[in-house]
């Protein structure tokens, strides 16, 4: 793949089957047999610092369960759809997600340093890439170079931070360039899953902008910021990146007042603003994560008041159908 940082991160090391897993230790040799025909339609991926932060003594392991695969997800509840968020109807040109008046998103690649099993893209992200050819990638810049409303550029995908720092460096500078783009974002998982990816290298490119660049990290319990994971972020926010935080609700993670206080905490602790706990999209095969949007708004609000303002993230829903995000509370009545 041209541009993605191979070397590390497409290393032995990274486990991508069931076999590799229970080689590992994280999956029974049981299990295998399903796991495998999990892997036939969903990609598995767990990085050596998400596989070293795994309690294999805890069955339930909140960091197992994000990412080990399960028999589960073969069946399909009749509710879960295979686009949740509808991107496909908002795609102008392909990479491209255009929903909101001054935002788009851009999708320069569809491989993650990891493959979440609660994933809302899951039916599109995957090891084979999904990376833009040089003339997808320049009509997809052509298409924000002509669009004077979409101030700010959101990098998707995928994890950008897979993409080597010169080619990252190189879309998110033409995209600074442009005069009506006031603002640049990144989503990733990189800087927990795959911290060794975040080279001196990577923060230079993301640090030269013109532009203001935020990066959103998404992490859903306290233990994915590792001492690796610290550093990582730290080098991210010397270089002048602004960071915020994006956590999924997710039934045996962080569903209690506790893990999500954790979670919350650890993120301010690492320099990261809390900005949206998202209910689970029902993507195919993730019902074992669902947590009722009732229970979500009870747990929020068990964390009013117990812990700083700062903490507090925007607890949202993608509505189907491409209606977008809206908050889901809790509300407050006047007392
Ligand atoms: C989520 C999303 C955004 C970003 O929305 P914010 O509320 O600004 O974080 C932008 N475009 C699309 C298509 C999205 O799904
Ligand atoms: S890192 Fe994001 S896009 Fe990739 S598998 Fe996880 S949730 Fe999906």
Redesign the pocket.
């Known amino acids: 793949m041209p541009g993605i940082s191979s070397g590390r991160i497409m290393s032995a090391r990274t486990l991508r089957s069931a076999a590799d897993l229970a080689e590992a230790g994280l999956l029974p040799n049981a299990a295998v047999p399903a796991v495998e025909r999990v892997g036939a339609r969903y990609s598995i991926a767990v990085t050596p610092a998400v596989a070293g932060l795994v309690d294999r003594a805890d069955p339930a392991d909140p960091i197992a369960r994000q990412y080990i695969p399960d028999a589960a997800e073969l069946l399909t509840a009749p509710h879960e759809l295979a686009d949740p968020?509808a991107?496909e109807p908002?795609t102008p040109v392909k990479g491209v997600?255009?929903?909101?008046p001054d935002?788009?998103?851009l999708k320069p690649l569809l491989a993650c340093p990891v493959y979440c099993r609660f994933c809302f893209r899951r039916e599109a992200v995957g090891a084979d890439g999904g990376v833009l050819g040089e003339a997808e990638l320049e009509a997809a810049l052509a298409w924000f170079a002509r669009m004077p409303a979409v101030r700010e550029a959101?990098l998707t995908g995928g994890d950008p931070l897979m993409l080597s720092p010169r080619r990252l460096g190189s879309i998110l500078g033409r995209l600074s360039a442009m005069p009506h783009i006031e603002l640049l974002r990144v989503h990733s998982r990189v800087p927990v899953a795959a911290p060794d990816l975040v080279t001196p290298a990577l923060a230079e490119a993301l640090g030269a902008l013109e532009r203001p660049i935020y990066l959103c990290v998404h992490a859903n319990h306290a233990r994915e910021f590792s001492p690796a994971a610290m550093e990582a972020l730290g080098r991210l926010q010397r270089a002048g990146v602004v960071l915020l935080g994006q956590s999924v609700l997710l039934r045996g993670v962080n569903d209690s007042a506790e893990a999500l206080e954790g979670l919350f905490r650890a993120m301010l602790r690492a320099r990261i603003k809390p900005y949206?706990l998202h209910q689970l999209d029902p993507a195919p095969g993730t019902a074992r994560f669902a947590v009722p949007v009732e229970e979500g708004r009870a747990l929020l609000r068990a964390l009013r008041g117990r812990v700083s303002g700062l903490a507090w993230p925007t607890y949202v829903q993608e509505r189907p159908g491409g209606a977008?995000?809206v908050p889901l509370g809790p509300a407050y009545e006047e007392a």
């Open positions: 968020t991107d908002f997600v255009h929903r909101y935002r788009a998103l959101i949206y977008g995000k």
